[in-house]
């Protein structure tokens, strides 16, 4: 079955621990992406990879960081999170040929206290 | 940047009667207009898209329509089911691929039976 694996689901944690939300699709998929989901706001693209090696930054990249060592994964990497982070997050791939639509995960939600 | 403007909030129907959702966007470059409806618990899927090229793209209940001129799209859903019942968002992008959708607020909508 062709899907966005985000994990873990949920997270309670603490200010300035780190953490890492890993994200793997199975599609072949080029592109990836990381949202953050807030009432009232929509999603806001955090970051995106191209491809391999290849990242850059979405509307809100302060306090994240990405990698794109391998094309399925995607993890999204919060070096000192702050409180201001707790949000629902979405991770995204899309087929690299042009009018793919993305295909999101079923999301993770982080509690940062 | 990209600004999507996305009304109502809140939308409350009867079982059966249509629901509308209207969206407003800045970048004239836009030329990618999708909507996703997401369900509790779960991530964005992708419903209906439509291409700058196209004024109105219509699959079975659903129907979007976009005008160019005035920079505004709008997600008709007719004979409304209590399946219907979720949040949707729409989103714009420049370039065929979509690679970078700019969200709106997102609509919750409520089928009564």
């Known amino acids: 079955e062709a899907q966005v694996t985000q994990n873990p689901r949920y997270l309670i944690t603490v200010t300035g621990k780190k953490l890492t939300v890993t994200c793997s699709q199975n599609?072949?998929?080029?592109?990836m992406s990381w949202y953050r989901q807030d009432p009232g706001l929509g999603l806001r693209q955090i970051y995106y990879?191209?491809?391999?090696?290849?990242?850059d930054k979405g509307d809100v990249p302060e306090g994240y960081k990405v990698s794109r060592k391998e094309k399925r994964n995607f993890p999204l990497i919060l070096e000192s999170p702050s409180p201001n982070q707790t949000s629902l997050y979405f991770c995204?791939?899309?087929?690299?040929?042009?009018?793919?639509?993305?295909?999101f995960g079923d999301g993770t939600r982080l509690s940062i206290l | 940047g990209e600004n999507v403007e996305q009304h109502p909030s809140t939308l409350s129907v009867q079982e059966g009667d249509s629901a509308v959702i209207k969206c407003t966007y800045s970048?004239?470059?836009?030329?990618?207009f999708p909507w996703y409806k997401q369900e509790l618990g779960k991530g964005p899927q992708l419903i209906i898209d439509?291409?700058?090229?196209?004024g109105e793209k219509k699959d079975q209940r659903i129907a979007v329509t976009l005008n160019k001129t005035a920079k505004h799209f709008s997600l008709h859903i007719t004979e409304t089911q209590p399946e219907d019942s979720a949040v949707y968002f729409c989103?714009?992008?420049?370039?065929?691929?979509?690679?970078?959708?700019?969200f709106g607020g997102g609509t919750r909508v409520l089928v009564k039976p």
């Open positions: 990879s191209m491809n391999v090696e290849v990242t």
């Open positions: 995204a791939s899309r087929n690299g040929q042009g009018g793919q639509p993305q295909h």
């Open positions: 439509i291409r700058s090229n196209v």
């Open positions: 989103a714009a992008s420049r370039g065929a691929a979509g690679n970078k959708l700019t």
């Open positions: 970048d004239s470059a836009s030329n990618y």
């Open positions: 599609m072949n998929h080029e592109y």
